[in-house]
């Protein structure tokens, strides 16, 4: 079945250092590709998407590239700051299919 | 910005006890969704509901579970009989369509229930 494997936090880095989470997904046909984050005490928000093989999806910063090839979507930022401290979830959503699949979640942790 | 709520933030039920999961879904959205996740696991699917009646339910939505919308705006979850391992956070989510790739959903704060 279709699964989302991500890599373990928690990730703690300086402001202004370079981050990436790396997701690596198994699924058949064509799924989309999501990053939710969730702030503390909130709820799970949609931070990017892609749709297809090649798109990039990018929000506040965060960019990520959906690599059929390499079934892949890593999750980037050139330069973070605190307020970037949360928990990123990769998902994924097969083809006409409405439920989302999640990976188990990295903690984020920015330093000042 | 509309936004999905849930209540309570948090439940403590003793083993054997039902109980009921609420959610105010966003006013003009068709399709619901309950997902939960136990501590330091993934967060996984539970049901999707559309048109008065389920659309998809996983594994894990065994006859102890039920889904319902009893008037224009709340969406519940009942657990019947709760059991240790119903111990999770439970987050609703909603949709104006199906098929996430086109048509985000949206994720209320979540209820942390804890059975005892």
């Known amino acids: 079945g279709n699964s989302v494997t991500q890599m373990e936090g928690p990730v703690t880095l300086s402001e202004e250092a370079f981050l990436t989470i790396n997701c690596t997904y198994t699924?058949?046909?064509?799924?989309?590709l999501f990053w939710y984050v969730q702030y503390p005490g909130e709820g799970l928000q949609l931070l990017l998407k892609?749709?297809?093989?090649?798109d990039k999806g990018s929000n506040k910063g965060f960019e990520a590239t959906y690599r059929k090839e390499t079934t892949s979507f890593h999750l980037e930022k050139g330069s973070v700051q605190v307020s970037d401290s949360a928990v990123y979830f990769c998902?994924?959503?097969?083809?006409?299919?409405?439920?989302?699949?999640f990976g188990k979640g990295t903690r984020l942790h920015i330093l000042p | 910005e509309p936004e999905v709520t849930q209540t309570p933030s948090h439940q403590v039920t003793q083993m054997g006890q039902e109980v009921i999961l609420r959610c105010v879904p966003i006013s003009n959205h068709l399709y619901f969704y309950w997902y939960r996740q136990i501590l330091g696991q993934k967060v996984e699917f539970l049901v999707s509901?559309?048109?008065?009646?389920?659309?998809?339910k996983s594994e894990i939505f065994d006859d102890q579970f039920s889904v319902e919308r009893p008037d224009g705006s709340n969406f519940t979850l009942k657990i019947r009989s709760t059991k240790l391992e119903d111990s999770a956070m439970y987050f609703c989510a909603s949709s104006l369509a199906g098929g996430p790739g086109s048509y985000e959903q949206y994720f209320g704060p979540g209820t942390r229930l804890t059975v005892t």
């Open positions: 998902a994924l959503s097969g083809y006409r299919d409405d439920k989302i699949i």
């Open positions: 509901f559309y048109n008065n009646e389920i659309s998809e």
């Open positions: 892609a749709t297809k093989a090649d």
């Open positions: 699924a058949t046909g064509y799924p989309s």
